[in-house]
């Protein structure tokens, strides 16, 4: 039984995410920690993106690729963050591309995001992404913070993993 407190909380992250999705397209500064942008196609289209730069206070952030096999309605992705992220915090997952619900577990620094199987499955080649609210952002942005990705696979193939740097986001107009 929700509570009235978990409904707005809920209704707040909900209006949140979907004036994030609209925020995001216009972002006009995407610097990596490294200095590195991705742009590709695939599964090197993977970005994970903190949408507020701000060293060791909360943020949304966003894990985006485009689909290299088909995503299905129960697809799971593992997100790993460096012991520098602070993930008490994260409590909620959220898409303005991919349809239905997903479900949040955290063990340690690893999140796992279970597409719930209420929406259809995403067809490849179509660019998603996925929020993420909130993590604490690491105390200094000095050097390069990767985080381990691992996005789901057709039956016939296994998970792809990788290791992505994180772009710190400095400015949306």
Same mark, same amino acid.
């Given at each position: 039984?929700?509570?009235?407190?978990?409904?707005? &909380?809920?209704?707040?992250?909900?209006?949140?995410?979907?004036?994030?999705? /609209?925020?995001?397209?216009?972002? @006009?500064?995407?610097?990596?920690?490294?200095?590195?942008?991705?742009?590709?196609? +695939?599964?090197?289209?993977?970005? #994970? &993106? $903190?949408?507020? $730069?701000?060293?060791?206070?909360?943020? !949304?952030?966003?894990?985006?690729? #485009?689909? $290299? =096999?088909?995503?299905?309605?129960?697809?799971?992705?593992?997100?790993? /963050?460096?012991?520098?992220?602070?993930?008490? @915090? !994260?409590?909620?997952?959220?898409?303005?591309?991919?349809?239905? +619900? /997903?479900?949040?577990?955290? *063990?340690?620094?690893?999140? @796992?995001? *279970?597409?719930?199987?209420?929406?259809?499955? #995403?067809?490849? +080649? &179509?660019?998603?992404?996925?929020? !993420?609210? !909130?993590? +604490?952002?690491?105390?200094?942005?000095?050097?390069?913070?990767? #985080?381990?990705?691992?996005?789901?696979?057709?039956?016939?193939?296994?998970?792809?993993?990788?290791?992505? =740097?994180?772009? /710190?986001?400095?400015?949306? &107009?």
């Amino acid at each position: 039984m929700l509570t009235k407190f978990m409904f707005n &909380k809920i209704a707040a992250l909900t209006l949140f995410f979907g004036m994030l999705s /609209f925020s995001t397209g216009l972002a @006009q500064s995407n610097v990596s920690a490294s200095g590195k942008s991705a742009v590709a196609t +695939g599964r090197d289209s993977l970005t #994970v &993106k $903190a949408l507020r $730069a701000a060293p060791g206070k909360p943020s !949304l952030y966003e894990v985006s690729f #485009v689909t $290299a =096999d088909s995503l299905a309605a129960n697809a799971l992705i593992v997100i790993s /963050f460096p012991k520098t992220f602070n993930l008490s @915090q !994260l409590e909620i997952a959220g898409s303005s591309t991919i349809n239905g +619900g /997903f479900t949040l577990t955290r *063990r340690g620094q690893e999140v @796992q995001v *279970r597409r719930t199987g209420l929406g259809a499955a #995403v067809p490849p +080649g &179509k660019r998603v992404s996925l929020q !993420l609210g !909130l993590i +604490g952002n690491p105390a200094s942005f000095s050097a390069a913070h990767q #985080v381990r990705v691992q996005l789901p696979a057709t039956r016939a193939a296994a998970a792809t993993t990788k290791n992505m =740097d994180v772009q /710190f986001i400095t400015s949306v &107009k």
